[in-house]
């Protein structure tokens, strides 16, 4: 059953409900039915809760009478049987909806995509919510279903919209706050929720930014600041986050989305309240945040103090504020994600309004059927496999008393790697692990001597030089003295390969074992003749090669140290 058919007027109290089944008697209008308010807000209910009667209609508007919400679904409803003495109460069936809604997940990105899929009934009204702006060529140009999903999900902290001068800074144009790079794996059976520390010193590149007037102007790209400039400062648009964020990670993300202030205050009112926990008394005077030790439930001005606050958990700086923040969307995923929400008719309408209110997206994405489709693919997500972690940093060795922080590269980047290579963090069932399985037994049975390694090796990387670099280094440091480089691939791959023949199995594991290839990259098939004539494997490299020596292949383990919690797991603050 499609939630979009199960929201119906109920004409006694004016109010829009769950109806999981269909009852008799529950029309108060002659003609067909409809399910609930269409788009452009058409049709849904005037002041006081009564609908306007046919005589009080245009003429379009009953003509349009019989037309079917957007998202509505044609199907046979079975006639209730006739009662004797009374109406006979169906049992209601299992919702579907609720299924269909449970993708959510632990960040901002799910919850309010899910306020769109949750109310999508409203179509035209919730686009009309929506605030685009353009990716500027940043993304991938929209995700797919068959490949994994990268959302970009930025707070901004743009003192813009009601009740938020107070806050200070009144009329800045705002930094990257809060920055979460959305990672969803390919099968969708886990996901990472990477937090970008906003303190974070980086290099921004160059941003070719698309200027009112239609025109692309290139914003010059700033080395070594902070990584919250990439993002209003210089007339930064959230496409110049994303270039910053691939920059670091080598993840390029599908779509952006940017929620401000406002986005935590209606969005946990909107599900009534998001408990935390703390385990000491809190008391900020700089965020306005006051609580004993202990759980809380919050909500509004609060929820936004509880994460803006820093100075009094933790350390004190933006790294104890990001574990703040992941408490609060973790337990706000879960809360959104229970019943007592989902099933909620009121809370529902009121999350469609807060999440569409609050959104703004790349405008490849700006309409609800296509965040809809977005949610459909995030719901097949376990929430027990969300996992939030945080990019590893240590101190900015260029200050005496640091203040700000750079990234650690002996942890960041296996972790970026696994992001890379789809690896979960944590443990999960894999549906393709038959395949992997296979896959993996490449990899396993005897290994020839380095020297009786015959391999052609082509450069599909895009990086210059590759193909010569990898031949000197196998010849003058690993013993391959039987191969050679024959210049470019026909066209640049993703994936380095190993293309061998049946017999050459031995060689294709001694040269997987010394480049650090992995099992997915080496592809039985067919050798082909060398300049002697003699059968040589052929390896291209691709573009995940990252030079001579380094291993192509990522990490399956996450290193040890890195800052991660389980999104179905409660923290208490420090």
């Known amino acids: 059953m499609d939630p979009a058919d199960q929201w119906v007027l109920n004409p006694t109290t004016g109010d829009y409900e769950l109806r999981l089944s269909p009852s008799a008697g529950q029309s108060t209008v002659p003609g067909p039915r409809r399910n609930g308010p269409r788009g452009g807000g058409r049709g849904r209910p005037a002041p006081g809760g009564e609908r306007p009667r046919r005589d009080e209609r245009d003429g379009r508007d009953q003509r349009d009478e019989r037309r079917e919400v957007p998202g509505q679904r044609r199907r046979r409803v079975k006639e209730p049987e006739a009662a004797t003495g009374g109406r006979r109460k169906q049992k209601p069936r299992k919702s579907k909806g609720k299924k269909v809604l449970m993708w959510t997940g632990g960040s901002l990105a799910f919850l309010l995509v899910a306020g769109c899929a949750g109310g999508y009934l409203y179509y035209q009204h919730l686009n009309d919510n929506i605030t685009s702006i353009d990716d500027d060529g940043a993304g991938t140009g929209g995700f797919s279903k068959d490949r994994a999903i990268n959302i970009l999900v930025m707070g901004t902290d743009k003192r813009s919209g009601s009740g938020n001068k107070g806050y200070g800074d009144e009329g800045s144009v705002g930094h990257a706050d809060t920055t979460i790079l959305l990672h969803v794996s390919k099968d969708r059976t886990n996901a990472t929720a990477l937090s970008i520390p906003r303190d974070m010193i980086t ?140 099933t909620n008719p009121k809370k529902m309408i009121e999350l469609a309004e807060a999440g569409t209110e609050a959104l703004t997206v790349d405008s490849k994405i700006a309409d609800i059927m296509k965040l809809k489709d977005l949610g459909m693919e995030l719901g097949k997500l376990d929430m027990k496999n969300l996992t939030f972690a945080t990019v590893p940093v240590k ?117 997987a074992d010394i480049m650090g290839l992995p099992a997915a990259a080496l592809k039985p098939g067919k050798s082909e003749k060398n300049a002697q004539g003699l059968p040589a494997m052929k390896l291209t490299l691709g573009g995940d090669f990252k030079g001579a020596g380094v291993p192509v292949s990522a990490p399956t383990k996450a290193p040890e140290g890195i800052q991660k919690v389980e999104a179905d797991k409660t923290v208490c603050a420090k």
């Not at 008391?283 to 202990?294: E, I, Q, R, T, W």
Request: contains cysteine; aromatic residues 4%; charged residues 30%.
């Open 203 to 342: 290099d921004i590149p160059d941003c070719p930014t698309k200027q009112p007037d239609g025109s692309m102007k290139t914003i010059k790209g700033t080395p070594n600041v902070r990584f919250n400039e990439s993002l209003g400062q210089y007339d930064r648009t959230p496409s110049c986050t994303m270039r910053t964020v691939t920059k670091i990670t080598g993840i390029t993300p599908d779509h952006f989305m940017v929620a401000d202030f406002n986005a935590v205050k209606t969005l946990s009112s909107a599900v009534g309240g998001v408990e935390v926990c703390l385990a000491k008394d809190i008391d900020d005077p700089k965020s306005h945040l006051k609580l004993p030790k202990g759980k809380h439930t919050i909500k509004g001005e609060e929820a936004l103090a509880f994460v803006r606050t820093r100075h009094s958990v933790g350390q004190g700086g933006d790294l104890s504020r990001i574990e703040l923040q992941q408490q609060f969307l973790s337990s706000l995923m879960r809360k959104l994600s229970s019943g007592d929400t989902l």
């Open 395 to 511: 101190d900015n060795p260029a200050e005496k008393t640091p203040i700000t922080v750079v990234p650690d590269p002996p942890k960041a980047d296996p972790l970026f790697a696994m992001m890379r290579a789809d690896e979960s963090l944590t443990e999960v069932k894999k549906k393709e692990k038959k395949e992997k399985a296979a896959v993996a037994a490449r990899l396993k049975g005897p290994k020839a001597d380095p020297s009786e390694v015959r391999v052609d090796i082509y450069n599909g990387s895009g990086k210059t030089g590759a193909a010569q670099t990898t031949l000197t280094w196998l010849q003058n440091n690993e013993g391959v003295l039987k191969s050679s480089q024959l210049g470019n691939a026909p066209s640049d791959i993703k994936k380095t390969t190993l293309e061998y023949a049946p017999d050459q199995a031995d060689q294709a594991r001694r040269l």
